[in-house]
């Protein structure tokens, strides 16, 4: 069933952010000297296509197995990875300075904020917020608070490559949390507050497609970019 009505702060906060990131990657690849707009009619082929995938209702089969919400998850993952270990992604990780590869991520922070807002309504399941068992807040805040280190040339290659390595460990957990919180396996219980549901439904669906792709192919391009870039300090 869909999930319940959510305040203004959760249900513009989740697609205004997606949208944010979108125009935030246009940038980027603008910055990197690729063409403007074939990258936004990408991006927005991409929302377009699964908000409409989540309005047909698809997503929302929970009484098939496997859900389809699962075989979705993996697209989403696999077109982050897709993306990250493309020649796209590797003219990022060579064009973008290092701090704004790693400030970026600092959207983690007022998004956690959204999720913590959207677990207090029974919007979301309380565990994937980090009134539960999602600590990737912070990913957020380190990363606000490293990328003046690298700008400034004060960060070790060591301190950036194991806040990489925290911040894609935090993500995953909160992948293996929202998989585990699905109707199918309902790990943290069945009470419907519990389960994970909301992302099968629009806006909500564009939480993994924006933001949680976002962030795993930030931190391929990241890992890429430290593998060029040798040095002690950065």
């Keep these: 069933m869909p999930p319940p009505a959510a305040s203004p702060v959760v249900a513009l906060g989740i697609p ?31 929302l377009t ?16 197995r496997p859900p389809t919400v699962l075989p979705f998850m993996l697209l989403v993952v696999g077109a982050a990875l897709g993306l990250g270990f493309s020649a796209l992604g590797e003219r990022l990780a060579r064009a973008l300075p290092l701090a704004w590869l790693v400030g970026i991520q600092g ?3 007022p998004l956690e904020l959204v999720l913590h807002r959207a677990g207090r309504e029974g919007v979301m399941p309380v565990q994937m917020s980090f009134s539960g068992w ?4 912070v ?13 400034s040339g004060r960060a ?6 194991a806040w990489n390595a925290l911040g894609l460990a935090l993500l995953a957990a909160i992948g ?4 585990a919180s699905v109707p199918a396996l309902h790990a943290f219980g069945t009470a419907p507050e519990r389960l994970n549901t909301w992302v099968a439904y629009f806006p909500y669906v564009w939480l993994p497609a924006g933001p949680v792709a976002f962030a795993l192919a ?17």
């Design 176 to 179: 293996i949390i929202a998989v």
């Design 16 to 46: 205004g952010i997606a949208l944010a990131l979108a125009v935030a990657f246009v940038a980027g690849w603008a910055r990197a000297g690729g063409r403007v707009l074939p990258a936004a009619a990408g991006v927005a082929a991409w």
């Design 139 to 151: 990913t957020g805040i380190t990363a606000l608070a490293l990328a003046p280190l690298i700008a």
């Design 49 to 64: 296509l699964t908000a409409a995938i989540a309005l047909s209702g698809v997503l929302a089969r929970f009484d098939v």
């Design 156 to 161: 070790p290659r060591a301190l950036v490559v």
């Design 107 to 109: 959207f983690r922070l």
């Design 218 to 234: 930030g931190h391929v391009i990241v890992a890429r970019r430290l593998a060029r870039t040798p040095r002690v300090c950065l």
């Design 134 to 137: 999602n600590f990737d807040i």
